[in-house]
Structures are given as structure tokens and as C-alpha cells.
């Protein structure tokens, strides 16, 4: 989707739709009441309808009939003026593109930025919620669906003084909703395509677009080094196993870099401990930990931000071929700490623990890693919000800011150290699973023995990788979690 901006007077503004934002009290919003006048007071009544009444998330489409320039005007529901925050914004910007995709409607101008104001995070926001809502991956469609994909969306400016600074913001957006949407190919794409070599392709590839470095370990490395957790899980599969070391050296950076840790288990079968068949196919999202850290780097290049990134994939596909590993097995990290392995499904933490030892070469100012770990995390937190853990108050409070700032919100569950005794085994330091209770926790606690002296950061979006039901800036399917908290984060500490 191509987004310009256009300095004017919307009532002379010819387009095949306008869209105009409406709060529950509409008559004292300005575009409201001129484009009423124009319309010859036929607007404002459909204002008021029970079924729209500038409610969120609700719209209406009326045709103009010639009475302006503009063949129709789109109705987007705001809610209520005093409950308007940036991310309904982004929703409603969402809104308006799912309209326009059902209608067939191919092109379109808006008027939301009449409602962002001056502030530069609803201005982004605007853009954001279009570009995000426009989303689709319809790579292995043959035939045409019966929605059309909007290719172009005009912005109206409503003042030609701030013209360049709403210009920048929109190109910020494009930079982190592109990112976006190369996290929520690569999830998408199925366990068949998205192999851990393919991964590493791919990393491959956007380093050298962006000009950064990228190198790929391979099973002979990964033995030289010792990660024997990482490659115990990868041992059931054909397919080998990656490390992907990406990074990125901004123009400015001063300091020790951050350092971002991404699980890439790109189908999760659970191993020799195989999980039930149904909805079993979902699996192949579990590399999103990994999609977030590429898309993040990616997007943090575009936006030439002034710091040092690495960002850290360990990638292997959890398979019960004759190889694999068994319950029972005690491998020995690269850390030197030996680990019982109770379930072949709890696979995620054995990649994640030799990437954070790894990770502490950088002597990092911050380690983040993103998992989709537990399914105890959907139980807890269901999609609503990521799972957050930690070893420093500062990181996770700089988090929780970036969540609500960035509208992917986090929630913290305590690693208190009476969560270690389910994690202790019988003949090795730690075991990989605790049993019923505490999984997402316990699951944390198993990480943080491996992350040493870094401020350490863990994030379970295990219910946020994936959207069942579709919301107007998150289409069904792979939802790129990650990428706009961690930049929110990034932002706010350069
Ligand atoms: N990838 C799964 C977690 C998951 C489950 C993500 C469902 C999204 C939806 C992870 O590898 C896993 O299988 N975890 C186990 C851990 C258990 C065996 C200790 C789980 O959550 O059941
Ligand atoms: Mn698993
Ligand atoms: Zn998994």
C-alpha cells in the first residue's frame, strides 16, 4: 500500500472515498459539521443512527450523490472523546482499511489526522493502523479472494505548516510496519518453506539490504562451541540446525550493545514427547520469537537508529525422527550446566539457554529474548498481553511503558526463587520442565540460569504470536509481535 499526503480542502478533494473520524459526540468536531453543510444536512443524522452513533470500531458508508468532489464518505467510529487514546487510533486507522477491502475499494483518503493533532504518536499512529490492518499473505492463493487489497491511501493534511513533520512520522511508520510485516511473512510461511536454513536465508538477505552483518553458525560451529542443548533438539529432524548472529552498529552508538534473543523452532511437533494432533499445524509459528528479533533489526536499521543491536537466533525444527532426543537424556549446555530433559516438548528453553550464555560475550546493556514458550502463557494472559519476566526493574518497567505506548502490552509474573525447587532434578543441575503448575514461570526461571550477570529480560508471546479472530490493524494469523514494542523500547532509550 502506497500512503501520500495531500495539503487541501477535503470538501474540494476529488477521491472514490473520504473517510472522516466521529466521536460518540459528533456535532462539535469541525470536518463533521462542514462536510454535514456540504452534504446538505443529510451527514450528521446518520451520525446519530443507533447501529454507528460514532461508536468504536463501528462505521457507516454513505455515497455522496455529487454534492461533493468525493463519491462517498466512510464514517469511522471513535468511541468516546474521553476514552480516546492512541491505540484506538491505530484501531479505527485499521478500521477504515478492512471497510475498504470488503467494499472493493481500492483507493482512498483520509481525514484521520485531523484527529492526531500534533502529537507525533497519534500522527504515526494513523499511519500504522492502515499499513498493519492492509496486511495479507496471500502467497499460495492461486485464485483471487472476493476482497481487493487497498494499494493506495491518501492522507489530508490539514495544515500545510506541518506538512514535513507529519511527512516523517508517516515514513517512520513505513519502516516499522514494513518490519512488521516481513516478521508476519516469515511465521506465515509453513514449517515445509520456513526451515531453519531458510531463517538464516532471510537474515542473510535483510543484513545485506541494510547494510549490516550477518553470520550463520552451522552444526560443526554449534559442536566447536558446545551448545549441546540447541543441538540435542535439533537431532530428530533432517533438517540442521542454525545459529543466526545479526548485527547492526548505528551511526552515534555509543556504549554496550542490546542484545536480543529470538526462539526459532520452526515446527514444534513436541518431539518423542509429541503433542495431540489437533491443532497441531499451528506449530510452525513457533520460530515468532525469532521473526521479531529480524523484523526488529531490520526496522531499527530503516530508522537509522544511533545504537548497537545484536540480535541472536537459535533456529531448529522439533521433530521425533530416530535421532531425536529422549526423555531421560541429560545434555550438557554450553554454559556447562547438565540438564535432565523430563519432555522433548519443552524444547524452546534448551535453544533459548545456549543463546543467552552465548549472548553474554557482548556484555550486553540490556538481553531481551522473546519466545512463544509456554502454552500456560495463553492460559494466564490469553492473547491480550505477552508474558514478562525478569532479573532488573528498570528493563521491565521500560517494557511496560513501551507496551502501552506501542499497544503490545506486557504483564509481569514474578520469578520468585520458590519457583527454582520445580525446576530441580535428581541426577542433573536443572530438568527442562516442572510439571502442572507455574509453566510459564517456571519456564522463566529456567532461563534466568542462563542469562548470568545481564540484565535479563524474558517475553512468552506464545498468546500474542497468533490472532484467531482478526482485529482491524491485526488480521487473523501472524501478528509480528514484538517488533513495535521492542522499537517503542529501542526509541526511548537512544
Ligand atoms: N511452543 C510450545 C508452546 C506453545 C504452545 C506456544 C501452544 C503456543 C501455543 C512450547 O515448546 C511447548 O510445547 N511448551 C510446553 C512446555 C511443557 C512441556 C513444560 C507447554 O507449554 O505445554
Ligand atoms: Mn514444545
Ligand atoms: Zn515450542
Redesign the pocket.
Known amino acids: 500500500m502506497r500512503i501520500s499526503l495531500v495539503v487541501g480542502d477535503y470538501l474540494k478533494h476529488s477521491c472514490p472515498v473520504l473517510v472522516a473520524g466521529c466521536f460518540e459526540e459528533d456535532g462539535e468536531l469541525e470536518w463533521i459539521t462542514r462536510l454535514d453543510r456540504a452534504m446538505e444536512g443529510r451527514l450528521l443524522p446518520l451520525c446519530r443512527q443507533e447501529d454507528f452513533a460514532g461508536k468504536l470500531d463501528k462505521t457507516k458508508m454513505v455515497h455522496t450523490l455529487g454534492r461533493l468532489p468525493a463519491e462517498r464518505i466512510l464514517l469511522v467510529g471513535l468511541g468516546k472523546r474521553k476514552d480516546f487514546t492512541v491505540e484506538r487510533l491505530r484501531r479505527a486507522s485499521g478500521t477504515m482499511v478492512q471497510v475498504l477491502k470488503k467494499a472493493r475499494l481500492e483507493r482512498g483518503s483520509s481525514l484521520l489526522l485531523c484527529v492526531a493533532g500534533d502529537e507525533p504518536a497519534k500522527i504515526r499512529a494513523v499511519a500504522e493502523g492502515a499499513l498493519l490492518g492492509s496486511y495479507e499473505f496471500s502467497q499460495y492463493k492461486t485464485a483471487a479472494g472476493d476482497e481487493s487489497a487497498v494499494t493506495e491511501l491518501t492522507f489530508l493534511c490539514p495544515d500545510k505548516n506541518v506538512r514535513t513533520s507529519v511527512e516523517s512520522f508517516v515514513a517512520e511508520a513505513v519502516c516499522v510496519c514494513d518490519a512488521v510485516s516481513f516478521a508476519r511473512d516469515l511465521v506465515s510461511q509453513p514449517g515445509n518453506v520456513a526451515t531453519p536454513t531458510y531463517l538464516a536465508e532471510k537474515g542473510l538477505e535483510m543484513a545485506a539490504r541494510q547494510g549490516m552483518t550477518c553470520q550463520v553458525l552451522e552444526r560443526e560451529e554449534l559442536e566447536r562451541l558446545g551448545m549441546e542443548a540447541l543441538l540435542a533438539v535439533s537431532r530428530g529432524s533432517h533438517q540442521p540446525p542454525r545459529f543466526i548472529i545479526l548485527e547492526y552498529h548505528g551511526d552515534g552508538a555509543k556504549g554496550r550493545p542490546v542484545v536480543l534473543v529470538g ?1 526459532g ?1 520452526t515446527f ?1 511437533s ?1 518431539g518423542i ?1 509429541l ?1 495431540p494432533g489437533a ?1 497441531m499445524e ?2 510452525k ?2 520460530m515468532a520469537g525469532a521473526a521479531a528479533v529480524l523484523g526488529t533489526l531490520q526496522a531499527a536499521a530503516a530508522l537509522r537508529l544511533p545504537l548497537h543491536l545484536v540480535g541472536l537466533v537459535p533456529a531448529a525444527e ?1 521433530l521425533p525422527g530416530g535421532g531425536a532426543y529422549k526423555p531421560g537424556d541429560v545434555v550438557t549446555a554450553m554454559s556447562g550446566k547438565t540438564i535432565e530433559v ?2 522433548t ?4 528453553r534448551l535453544l533459548l539457554c545456549d543463546a543467552l550464555h552465548y549472548a553474554q560475550r557482548y556484555r550486553p546493556a540490556a538481553l531481551i529474548d522473546l ?8 492460559v494466564a494472559l490469553g492473547n491480550v498481553a505477552t508474558g514478562l519476566m525478569g532479573n532488573d526493574n528498570n528493563l521491565k518497567r521500560s517494557l511496560q511503558r513501551a507496551g502501552e505506548a506501542s499497544g503490545e502490552r506486557v504483564w509481569e509474573l514474578p520469578l520468585w526463587e520458590e519457583y527454582g525447587e520445580l525446576m530441580k532434578s535428581d541426577i542433573a543441575d536443572v530438568k ?4 502442572p503448575t507455574a ?1 510459564t514461570i ?2 522463566g526461571w529456567f532461563l534466568q540460569q542462563f542469562a548470568g550477570k545481564a540484565r535479563w529480560a524474558h517475553l512468552d508471546i ?2 500474542t ?2 490472532e484467531e479472530k482478526g482485529q482491524p490493524h491485526i488480521p487473523k494469523g501472524a501478528t509480528g509481535v514484538g517488533v513495535r514494542l521492542l522499537i517503542e523500547y529501542l526509541r526511548a532509550i537512544c
Not at 516438548?345 to 524452546?348: L, N, P, W
Not at 519466545?371 to 495463553?378: D, E, F, W, Y
Open positions: 526462539k523452532v514444534d513436541g514427547s503433542k491443532g499451528r506449530m509459528d513457533d522439533n523430563i519432555n516438548d519443552a524444547e524452546g519466545a512463544t514458550l509456554t502454552g500456560a502463557c495463553i527442562n520442565a516442572g510439571g509453566g517456571s519456564a506464545a498468546g504470536a497468533w
